[in-house]
């Protein structure tokens, strides 16, 4: 088999150590501890509550907003999304509070589940312009099968769009306001480099979420794994993958913004607030596989698998995802969130798991032998033919 492409699975300590504050443990990739113990992202989230001034943040969000809005109704920001709680939120504050006029981007999910689809149609239908880019069916295919032999994740050619889309619309509609939601990285744990910065440049984000290798060496790979045929990794639709020349950006003077940088990110508040203006809807069975909660990350078929795979990875699965969030912003005690990831995390996504593997072409077993060969043997140990986690959260 090719080289494994994942930088940070050899970068993960040995010894494992849970925040005192939350349930995040320093087995999830850039999350440090500080001498207390305490995770990054829940200092931030301290600051959040205790330090940032947000009116200060307000004045900020309308210099901006005043210098880029149109006076001619043309499109005027960029906001990437698909209909979610928080991209929902951004787009319509944008909007409805500042007058903006945007046009929403949205690098379509792998498979659409009924209740992505559906909260999609009931944003647009809110008053918005969505511009869709539905990947080539089959070479999306087939980067994500290359990504999930060696990197142990489907997902990742859907984070190379997400972000590299939205700045080629930027380009092609002459729009140099781009507008996401949060900041991932100051928000959940990870480089805090941008934290208490507006925006961050091209550089910081092609080393933060393209983990060091691109679409190119992606599709290189699976040529030698032999997923792809040498000719069709030279097809320009990976163009669409890539972020557009930095030259290009600079001379359009393109700045990617996060909101949660201008109003406390609370993603339960989001919810709400998208549930009342956006026609957001929940899952109707409940809650999400793998986790207890109901309104985050439901667009997708293949998400679970995505969240399954960090739970195999580094012992840390969609429950801690959502709790170490919920304990952040006051909504639930540390114990409670102790107790949900004990009970949900690492839940397998059976619902969808006959449609993941048609869309990777590979087979069940195939499918577990991946698996199987991404737990590392500090975290899982086999008991009885079983494997069981080393370490949870106490
Ligand atoms: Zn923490």
Redesign the pocket.
Known sequence: MADRLDKQLAAQSREVQY?T??V?SNQRPRTVFNKDG??N??EYAWQKEHAIDWSAREAELSVLLDAHRSKDGSFDVVVPGSGGKDSGYAAHVLKEKYGMHPLVVTWAPFIYTDIGWKNFNNFISTGFTALSCFQNGVLHRKLARTAFELKGDAWEPFTFGQKAFAFQMALKFNIPLIFYGENGEAEYGGSMKSAFKPFESVEDWDEAYFKGSGVDALAQKGVEMGIFSAGEVLDKTFDLYKAPPLSDIKKLGVQMHWMSYYHKWVPQENFYYAQKHTGFVTNEDGRSEGTYSKYASLDDKTDGFHFYLGFIKFGLGRATRDA?MEIRSGHITREEGVALVRRYDGEFPKKYFKEFLQYLNITEERFWEIVDSYRPPHLWEKINGEWKLKYQVK
Request: charged share 0%; aromatic share 0%; with cysteine.
């Open positions: 925040c504050h939350c995040v305490v995770c992202a829940c170490m």
